[in-house]
């Protein structure tokens, strides 16, 4: 079992380097396609005239990288893709198409629980076997399961954020004289020195929720170790639990103090997700951002330069485990069709990795995706720590609960934890609400 | 209706003409050629019961597409939400009204049911008399057209841009917000607050505290060294260019005294210490109290030094006041819990003032002016033309746009869905937009979805009998 698998990763490692060698900056090699995906033809183009619609959430510099990768899929097989934005809320535009009969090709779903919610309402098609043959040679077990549902596997999680990362702006830090910090104590040390010197240590992005459930989930990956990790995010053990209690504690010594968050609690709390970064790097009236790797793109947008001015570390152990939270799309097919199954083959096979692991703010699952190819050093070190954690990561956890608890805006986790945000005061109350809300979510 | 359909059939001469028809079949070839087609067909509209109009096949053939329309789109529609309230989030199990009360039970719900009685009381009696107020006065200026042509404008943008600009107007930043922008301009313009905001002890620092705002010292101070007092949490760029850069004050004389910045750039300083590169803090007014009582007060000199002069020796506690500290007026908190729904409600109204303004002026020029001109005649002052005359003539068209104002505040849902920000959508919520949140936007239940739908449906419905029965009574 082990040989095998090592010869595997042996083979998809110098397919890897071949991707990576042919790729060069032309993408659209037809060699590279003919020798990575067993399925791909060469000579002409085999899906000429066939159209398929892609729908994900992605908005901007995101969007416009994803329509590269679209491009080199076209260049190379003559499909022609079309991308539609989902905005925020991909359930609530996928919910109403899919109920019309009408859905997209391929759907990159934000969350698994979206893969299972689909697959009980059938709109989901199973990979075909292309396909799986891809996902066994690219991604971990962990990762096929993360898109299965009833036993049928529909989903390959296209695209990876790393969530445990607090990002800096390394000139609030000089000014401070301070140090990226590697623990918790370290952290808050560290926030005090920046509030001292003038600038606010953190800039919340507290009117985008899942920001908020991100910092929990790291404090408490930490705190509480992965096996209450994985308890809590299947309701097996209650919001109310003592787990829970000294991860908002922990939570509370950053919010809680007016002079540590941009703007105090109220102006965090109108503050949504990119404009947070742009306070830290464009404004440049915070120090600090706590969100994932995908703030590099934002912070490139506010003029910062990412590795110079735009730096982050690891989120500090706040406990005994050094959290890694990772988030990700998982791509699924809604419509039975040729075309659908040749992007998603594409889009996990190394060489699309590849393609759009070139392009900033992307990180591949993909643990045949050369490092090389990340445009930066930062991404390249991220990426190792993925490939490098294998199975020990955890999945975000409120991207696994029912979107009713850990998805929704104004409601469930998101509405609870700003609430915390606005009053840290009454840890026991939001805990008691939290417990109310998920046991309404999962009956 | 009856009365109206009745005068053409007169000037046809329908009834009699179709009865006498038969008696006189000779006639009518000789009178009129072409009319014999007519005569023939008029039977046919009489119909043998004697009803006026025409028969009922082709009465519903005609109504047929409107039925067919009006029942695929709208009665269907409604049946099947009252059906579907009645089952859970899946579909396939019957709750009765459990749904219905899930609405009433829970407490956001009731924030969201509290939330649109706010709106409808709220938001058409201003928009009707906002309206009813541009219409007066524009009767009486010269532009009138070019100011009613901007009053209306809004009314061409669609509501979710209207929307994402208000969602702008009411950022929070002064420097993005307009709202904000305005009030702090005007503000400080009456008062200015040179000072230093934010500046504080360390909240480590043993010697001194926070009351109030001001800065005080724990203990008391004597003459016997220097009272050196540390800020920080300013940017060194916060303090004025002509600051020096910190000394201790001179020894000897009375209760003397440095307030600077405790914080070197690049840190490494050390604290409670004037190290090279710290600047004093000019301009500062420091107290010196004796057993809570103001002794004297001087002010910083450009290193941070003060001095007490003309103090006698003794303990004095020494207290920085607030106002050297005062942050600047930041603005209104628009977007935050409180005011979220008056300030969309503002937005609501910068829309629809305009619809009202133009209908009520359309009102007011066909109000008889020897009515008011006989009232200004008898010497009624303009405030009773416009209470006694006006008003009362205008009124049908009052109710028009307030009943239409109510039914669009039970709706109300893109504004809400883009002026309020994620954090307090909750706090801002409202039956419709809690509706589609419930059903389609994440919530996934379209039981409980149904069921709103059906209670929004039950307070629109007397709003729409009340129009539909006036529009009945103008056309008598």
Known sequence: MRTAKALAALAGLALAAAACGGGGGTPQSGQTGGATTSSAPAGPKPLDGVSIEVAAKWTGEEQRNFEQVLKAFQAKTGAKVTYASTGEDTGAYLGPRVQGGNPPDIAILPQPGLVQQYADQDALK???????????KNYTPYW??????????????????????????????????????????????????????????????????????????????????????????????????????????????????????????????QTDFPTCVTQVYGQKKAAMVIEADFVAASAAESGAKVGETAKFFPFPKAGETEPVVLGGDIAVALKESKGAMELLAYLASAEGGSVWARLPGYLSPNRNVSPANYPSELTKTLAQTIIDAGESVRYDMSDLAPSAFGGTDGKGEWKLLQDFLRDPSDIKGIQQKLEDEAAKAWK | ??????????????????????????????????????AAAKPTWGGRSGNLGPSPRVAIFFLLPTLILLGAMVVYPIIYSIYRSLFDRAGNTFVGLGNYTDIFTDQSMLTTIRNNLIWVVVAPILVTTLGLIFAVLTERIRWATAFKLIVFMPMAVSLLASGVIFRLVYEQDPDKGVANAVITTVRDAFSSSAGYPGARPRPNDEAHAVQNGAVVTRQPVGAGGPALVPLVGLRPNAVPADAAPAKAPAAGGGLSGTVWLDFTPGGGGKTGQIDAGEKGMPGITVEALQNGAVRDTTTT????????????????????????????????????PALITPAIIGAFIWVWAGFAMVL???????????????????????????????????????????????????????????????????????????????????????????????????????FMIINIRRFRREGR
């Open chain 1, 126 to 136: 199973p990979l075909s076997p292309e396909v799986l043959a891809e996902i066994d």
């Open chain 1, 144 to 269: 096929k399961e993360l898109g299965s549902a009833g036993g049928k596997v529909y989903g390959v999680l296209v695209k990876a954020a790393h969530k445990s990362l607090i990002w800096y702006n390394s000139t609030s830090f000089e000014d401070a004289g301070v140090q990226p910090p590697t623990d918790w104590a370290g952290l808050v040390t560290a926030a005090q020195t920046v509030a001292d010197s003038g600038v606010a240590p953190f800039s919340l992005c507290g009117a985008s929720g899942w920001t908020l459930t991100d910092l929990f989930e790291n404090v408490y990956l930490s705190t509480a170790g992965p096996d209450n990790y994985d308890k809590l995010s299947k309701h097996e053990i209650k919001w109310t639990d003592a787990t829970v209690t000294a991860a908002l504690q922990k939570i509370a010594e950053i919010t809680g103090k007016k002079e540590y968050v941009l703007g105090g609690t109220s102006g965090a709390l």
């Open chain 2, 1 to 38: 209706m009856t009365e109206r359909s009745d005068g053409p059939r007169d000037s046809r001469s329908g009834t009699t003409a179709a009865r006498e028809a038969p008696a006189e079949p000779a006639q009518h070839p000789s009178a009129t050629s072409g009319g014999g087609g007519s």
């Open chain 2, 301 to 336: 000199a450009s290193d941070g030094t003060f001095a007490f002069a003309g103090l006698p020796a003794g303990q004095y506690t020494l207290r920085l006041p607030q106002e050297n500290f005062a942050a600047a007026f930041n603005g209104v908190s628009w977007l935050g």
């Open chain 2, 360 to 462: 009520i002026a359309a009102g007011l020029a066909a109000i008889p002016r020897d009515a008011l001109e006989a009232a200004r005649i008898d010497g009624a002052t303009e405030w009773q033309v416009f209470r006694q005359i006006t008003v009362p003539l205008l009124s049908p068209v009052l109710v028009v746009v307030f009943v239409t104002m109510i039914i669009n505040t039970l709706k109300v849902f893109d504004l809400v869905f883009v002026i309020a920000p994620g954090s307090v959508q909750p706090q801002a919520n409202v039956i419709a937009l809690e509706m589609w949140r419930v059903s389609f936007g994440g919530g996934d239940n379209q039981g409980l979805g149904s069921a709103l739908a059906i209670f929004l449906l039950v307070l629109v419905l007397p």
